[in-house]
């Protein structure tokens, strides 16, 4: 899984390009501390307080295209998948308990929807 990347991924670069030719300003990959450990979303906008997920559907479980592999390994990566799913869960609930606004795109979205829909978050 080391040639599995944790930023950068072409969803994520997709849409921060949209965002920064909509003239907007951002973190990437900027920590956020929510307790006992740090919260790293793809995408920070540190004065809004908006923090922006970019998902791939295989390891967070879309429901439209995630699928748990069958196999001698199933079992590992049900739980695997289950755990990265319930930390996403978690990781939003302890976000906005801190007054974050918290969006989250599939990496299948068109990043000019992703983008609209972060663009509609920052400015109600």
Known sequence: MKGNRRV???PEVALRSHLHSKGLRFRKDHPIDVGRRKV???IVFTKKRVAVFVDGCFW???PEHGRVPGGKNSAYWE????RNSDRDRLDTQRLEDRGW?????WEHEPPEA????VVRRLNP
Do not use: F
């Not at 739980?79 to 289950?82: A, D, E, F, V």
């Not at 606004?101 to 795109?105: A, D, E, M």
């Not at 992703?114 to 829909?117: M, T, V």
């Open 79 to 82: 739980t695997k998948l289950r």
């Open 60 to 62: 967070h479980l879309c």
């Open 114 to 117: 992703a983008a609209e829909l």
């Open 40 to 42: 790293r979303p793809d």
């Open 8 to 10: 950068d991924t072409k």
């Open 101 to 105: 606004q918290v969006v989250r795109v």
